[in-house]
């Protein structure tokens, strides 16, 4: 039975079919990022296990055909295939022979590369940091993702802050609240909201900016498009033991320019809010100046950097450098690109990226050409040397 197994997965057949699975999902993949949108359909299709396809209610005849779903393995499942499929292929082929030297070659740098993509599914982090002319930003943040957050200001030095991620946010949950003694009740959550003015007994909020403004939230259907902002709102409860201290409406609208929504509790007051999630880092960058060049009487623009100094607790990772386009700074681990700026040009965006197997395309794409290389020179020596004795 395990030859039989290690045929099977060691055969060109189930390679085929792979290559044909792949090509398959990316054809309904590019079909559905229309609805969903680039980062959506990424995570849908290619970074899981199991899809189905649903005939789409816009196109014709959508209303009788909404029934029809095509399953089909997702991204996660094809590629373990495709790797276990190269590497038992290589394992059973192997033999250390000159001529085969460039296949082999060829095998190690796609398994390179087919391990690097599962990396950086898994490892990669991607944020923005928007940091102003003059000032300084120790943290970035993403709009893809949420985070309720409790926030002890008590101390002078620093900020004591506790998150839990949206993705917990299911209705009908009690979570801790991390390190404290206090628990969240989720009653609501939405994905994407509308936050109107409450009318009559419709605002279950009792706390905070809700009950004060006569806001409340109105679900909306998420926006999937790739700059949209979608309105991530929850009404969430506070417990200290069985005592409620309260319920808030909390959406990542109600940032600094609406009055701070605290929690009286019995360790001291804390800030409560749902914002973007954010990734603090031990270190502060400061903008010292931000240029946009633009081609001679016209508004478009050719240019846009950022000179920035990097302040560290260690002064020998002190480092000034300037970003723009193409010109990244790799800085703790990070990758800093110029990406925007605000629109009176008085702050800039960095987007900030975490890849821990950020050099394994390159030695895998490497590894790939020098084999393609040595066995196309290999072919055309022996090519030469049969037209020599022809």
Known sequence: ??????????????????????????????????????????????????????????????????????????????GALMLINLTVAYSRRFSLKAAKLGLYAIHLGLMLLIVSELLTDLLAVESQMTVPEGGRANYSQTIRANELVLIDRSDNEFDRVHTIPAQDLKPGRTLDVPDTTLHARVLHFYPNAQLVQAQGSRNPANRGVAAKMGVTAIPQAPDYSEKAINTATAYIEILEGDTSLGVWLLSNVLDDRFPAQTVQADQG????????????????????????????????????????????????????AL??????????????????????ETATVLQVVRNPGWLLPYFSVLLMGLGMTYQFGLHFSKYLKKRKTA
Do not use: C
């Open 1 to 78: 039975m395990l030859s039989a197994l290690l045929q099977i997965f060691s055969s060109l057949k189930l390679t085929v079919i792979l290559l044909s699975a792949s090509m398959v999902l990316i054809f309904f993949g590019t079909i559905d990022q229309v609805e969903y949108g680039i980062w959506h359909t990424q995570k849908l299709y290619f970074e899981s296990f199991v899809v189905a396809w649903q005939y789409p209610a816009v196109w014709p005849a959508g209303e009788q055909l909404t029934w029809l779903r095509i399953p089909m393995f997702g991204g996660y499942t094809i």
């Open 269 to 320: 007051e804390y800030e409560i809010a749902l914002r973007f999630q954010r990734y603090y880092h031990p270190f502060e960058i400061e903008l010292l100046d931000f240029a946009h060049d633009k081609y001679p009487g016209t508004e478009i623009p050719f240019n846009f950097s950022s000179k920035i100094i990097t302040h560290h607790p260690d002064p020998a990772k002190k480092q000034q």
């Open 323 to 344: 970003i723009y386009m193409n010109h990244p700074l790799r800085y703790e681990g990070l990758t800093f690109y110029q990406a925007s700026f605000s629109p009176d």
